[in-house]
């Protein structure tokens, strides 16, 4: 069985406990992405599916996996999802019950490469600690900006260390306001 990742953010750079079977493709589906995820753990401002936002390109790799739950499995372990958020792993095939609004345009984009199934991270935004709650431009340079020492810098290297071409309205502002632009280079194993 071919399983394939979608990948966006620091999954490109630390796939972790995800086993990877193939190095990164460009090519994945265009999604709606923007940077309105405030970590639990980790002071970074994630990239998340955003209804709304602008398409953005994705990038895909083959997971070595034995089937379609083990996948999920090391996606959520490399996640630190809790298992009573299922939803919060998106798949193609969805489990019964489990929709989710990128699912449709996900399942073309496997159809059309003819992979069998595809998993990818369905976070949503969070700010403030509330879950589903986009956070406002204006405020996630505040946010940005009152970070200071290891936590400023670990924020900063998420967001230039993401793939340069992810080019999101609140992107193009961090780098107008902060001047933290795209490292020129990217240590990911590319396919191409």
């Known amino acids: ?49 955003c209804e709304g936002a602008q398409p953005c390109p994705s990038y895909w790799a083959y997971v070595d996996a034995k089937d379609l739950s083990s996948a999920r499995a090391m996606l959520r372990e490399r996640e630190k999802i809790d298992p009573t958020r299922p939803d919060w792993i998106g798949t193609v095939p969805a489990p019964e019950g489990a929709a989710s609004p990128v699912a449709e345009h996900i399942e073309a984009w496997r159809v ?38 290891d936590d400023r810098a670990a924020a900063e290297y998420y967001i230039r260390r993401t793939p340069a071409h992810i080019d999101t309205r609140y992107r193009r502002l961090i780098e107008a306001t902060l001047g933290w632009r795209p490292l020129r280079e990217a240590h990911v194993t590319w396919m191409v």
């Open 112 to 149: 059309e490469r003819g992979i069998d199934a595809v998993v990818w991270t369905a976070l949503q935004a969070r700010s403030r600690g509330s879950e589903g709650r986009v956070p406002s431009a204006q405020e996630v340079l505040d946010w940005l900006r009152g970070l200071a020492g």
């Open 1 to 49: 069985m071919q399983i394939a990742v979608i990948a966006w953010g620091s999954l490109l750079w630390k796939p972790g406990p995800l086993k990877l079977a193939s190095g990164w493709h460009p090519g994945g589906p265009l999604l709606p992405l923007e940077f309105v995820r405030n970590s639990e753990d980790t002071p970074e401002l994630a990239l998340a599916l």
